[in-house]
Every structure is written in C-alpha cells, then in structure tokens.
C-alpha cells in the first residue's frame, strides 16, 4: 500500500490498511476496503498476549481466519500491483 502511494506521489504513514486504501488517488471498490478492514482487526490482537480479554492469541485464531486474511491480502496486492504496472 505504502509502495502505491508513493508511486502515485504521496506519502502514507500508518498500518491501517482500510484507510491506506480509501487515501488513493484511484478509484478503490468499497470491497476491497471491507477487506482492508478485516486485516486490521488482525493486526493488534494477533500480536499482543493481552490483546484477549483471555487466552493467547493462538487460541483465538484458527485456519478460517488464516485463509481468510491470506485470501485477502492477495487481493490488496493484486490490486496494487495492477495500479503500479
């Protein structure tokens, strides 16, 4: 994301990835950006042993949701890799 923006002249500072994408100069389709926020919910409780009321992170994430941010995640990419090309 942060590579588009500055291909596109701008500079981008954060990691939320929903507003990264809503920030582009281009057109960016309303769900792609649904996507973007999906990754972010990932972001601080996957990383943070108290990002849980309880239990470690592992034991709130399982292959769904794995599948689900890999999935899209590429999906981002792609997109940029479409706009950078």
Known sequence: MKALHLHLGQEAWGHVVARLLRELPVAVDDALVDKGKVLDNFYVPTRYANGHPEGSP??????IQSDEAIRYAGEIITFVRAQMA
């Open 58 to 63: 592992f034991e709130h994430y399982g292959s």
